[in-house]
RNA sequence: CGGAGUGUAGCGCAGUUGGUAGCGCGGGUCGUUUGGGACGAUCAGGCCGCAGGUUCGAAUCCUGUCACUCCGACCA
């Protein structure tokens, strides 16, 4: 491609809407354009990586017996309602000239179910892999950070169909292995972790996060155990060893205007772990109490499990002022003005003589310890896990973190689907059973987004050479000097002819809009033709090298170059 | 949905006590330049997000509304 005739309008400011590092780079290298929140168009040099991230995953997919399909963004209402789905709040929703409703397709198990259970008849016609790299509506309630968190991206989404626990298994492990390929060879640091399911169910799920600094997730790791997690599902093992601490007799301590733990440390000047905080929820519409240490965040996922409820929410400021019969920030376990249920976190079955709200304003209790100055109704694991806790597999273990960005989450949804679809097949004795499915999802538009904030600098981004738009850059120092501009395009076409992927600046710029422009757009490989042209030379530079360059004589140049290309693509390997 | 912020030229921004809008970049044309986002000349470009209101007069004050961003809730 000449740059000449490549539409790609770089900008030398950052737009004012960009934070994220890669949502900025993106709007500044002519990637993408915005349309609406969390919607975007992608210009020529944006679908060239996407399509390379897209070309990537197919690859790995079909190399296990993936097959591609292509099922439409619009889905009737009918089909969700048979797992009732229709209710999800993200769908997007519509209705055609007859009224009928329809749903802008967030991920397709029902239409591929629906596929599936009308041809796939008997144990013989499986083990099979259907998928679509394709498009997808949610109606997010934030949208954010550019092509991290859109409305409509571009995701993979796969689907097996089994007939044993042993072969879902079997392509589970295959596709866990495919997407560690595809991230590996998308030059992204990543880890598979153990995740919450979510409301999608199923008996097993791994979470790909891609290892970035600002990532949105946290991900805690064993440093012993190959233990890994989302914090958000992240175990805290219970403490064996329980310290005995002699209650005192609780006191009523006066803090006015102490709403927050923050406040109510800086008032006493005490430790957040010597807080107990308590949270008012709402499980399945019941007021409930939930403890934990000052320290600690609850984890309503994890409540929820331990609650055996559908939903769990921080209660509204009505509730809380009925159950604690006090303004917010002073709710406490003890005299509670609705007596609730009182859930408390495993922890705080170790010390005592904690500071709790005392359902008055401005007042907290003193030397209050569970079971002495009042009654937890059901003791569980219902904080967050940190860095610096025990790892719930190994003995010596402690956890570490670090941010991600999820890139991937697979499911085995088991029958889930499949029962309330009636998605049956004949087994070998002639049953009629239901198929064993598995769901596999991977953000392409997303993993473009996260390989810029893992690989960029103050000049741009640094694309890995596989999912570059362009492998190689030629810039043309000169367009007036015609030995200059003949030697490059020669160059070029004889490149192209040996299989690279190269961009010409050919633009009647200033030398150094077309250095600047060709780190911004992340070029892996930069080749100027100019002054060492006098000597028979060019010169051939890394992106990620800045500032090394290297004389290489033009009759070489094309060997070395594909060399070169090769050598950086076999890192990625 | 709660909290905070921003809407002025294609992009980034300024605009004082209310007096009818400017700077830089970018764009067109001409010339000089050509190895790190050139220089000079010249031209074009605005419903000051939108709708009301106050006022002789509103980018500026008030009310409402929409959009975008960030924090949180939420996130298949």
């Known amino acids: 491609m000449k740059a000449s005739q490549l539409f790609f309008p ?101 239409v591929v179910t ?81 995740a919450d399911p979510g409301s999608i169910g199923g008996s097993e799920n791994h979470e790909f996060m891609v290892l970035t600094e600002n990532g949105e997730d946290t991900v805690l790791r064993c440093d012993s155990c190959t233990y890994a997690a989302n914090a958000e599902r992240g175990e805290v093992p219970e403490t064996s060893s329980v310290e005995a601490i002699k209650p005192e007799a609780s006191e009523s301590i006066s803090t006015p205007g102490a709403h927050t733990i923050e406040e109510v440390c800086a008032f006493l000047h005490v430790e957040a772990g010597h807080l107990i905080k308590s949270i008012i929820c709402t499980a399945d519409g019941k007021p409930v109490v939930a403890l934990v240490r000052g320290d600690r965040d609850l984890n309503l996922p994890k409540f929820a499990r331990v609650l055996g409820a559908k939903s769990v929410e921080l209660a509204d400021v009505p509730t809380v002022l009925r159950v604690t019969g006090a303004p917010m920030g002073f709710a406490g376990p003890v005299g509670l003005a609705e007596p609730s249920p009182i859930y408390a976190d495993n922890e705080l079955k170790q010390g005592g003589n904690y500071i709790v709200g005392a359902n008055q304003a401005d007042a907290h209790l003193g030397n209050v310890t569970p079971g002495h100055d009042f009654q937890v109704t059901t003791w569980g694991d219902i904080r967050t896990a940190v860095a610096g806790d025990k790892c719930p597999r190994c003995d010596e273990g402690h956890l570490t973190d670090a941010r991600g960005i999820e890139v991937g989450h697979i499911f085995k949804l088991g029958t889930k689907y499949s029962k309330d679809m009636q998605a049956l097949y004949q087994s070998e004795t002639g049953e009629k059973t239901p198929i064993l499915m598995g769901c596999y999802g991977l953000g392409v538009s997303r993993t473009l987004a996260s390989a810029v904030e893992a690989h960029h600098d103050e000049s741009g981004i640094m694309w890995p050479i596989t999912i ?106």
């Open 10 to 110: 770089t900008l030398r400011e950052v737009p004012r809407e960009a934070e994220l590092i890669s949502h900025q780079l993106l709007l500044r290298g002519g990637f993408v354009r915005s349309v609406a929140a969390g919607i975007y168009s992608y210009l020529p040099l944006g679908w060239r990586v996407h399509e390379k991230i897209a070309q990537i995953v197919r690859e790995e997919v079909n190399a296990f017996g993936g097959q591609e399909i292509h099922m439409p963004v619009l889905v009737p209402k009918e089909l969700l309602d048979e797992t009732g789905r229709s209710a999800v709040p993200v769908l997007f929703g519509l209705k055609d000239r007859n009224q009928r409703e329809f749903f802008l397709g967030f991920t397709h198990e029902e």
């Open 114 to 194: 629906d596929i599936v259970r009308s041809t796939v008849h008997s144990w013989k016609q499986m083990p099979l892999y259907l998928y679509q790299i394709q498009t997808k509506e949610r109606d997010e309630p934030r949208p954010r950070g550019g092509l991290i968190r859109g409305r409509e991206f571009t995701m993979f989404d796969g689907y097996s169909f089994d007939y044993s626990e042993e072969k879902l298994d079997a392509i589970y492990k295959a596709n866990y292995q495919a997407y560690g390929n595809v991230f590996r060879r998308c030059g992204l640091e990543h880890l598979a972790v153990e």
């Open 468 to 573: 570059a738009p362009y492998e190689v850059g030629i810039v043309l120092t000169n367009m007036k000097d015609t030995s200059i501009v003949d030697a490059g395009v020669q160059l070029y076409q004889e490149l192209k002819a040996a299989g690279v992927d190269a961009l010409l600046d050919d633009r009647d710029e200033r030398t150094g809009v077309k250095f600047k422009d060709m780190e911004l757009i992340g070029i892996p490989i930069q080749v100027v033709v100019g002054k060492g042209l006098a000597n028979g030379e060019v010169e051939v530079s890394m992106r990620r090298e800045k500032g090394v360059r290297t004389a290489v004589a033009t009759v070489e140049l094309v060997d070395h170059i594909v060399a070169l290309v090769k050598a950086e693509k076999s890192r990625l390997m």
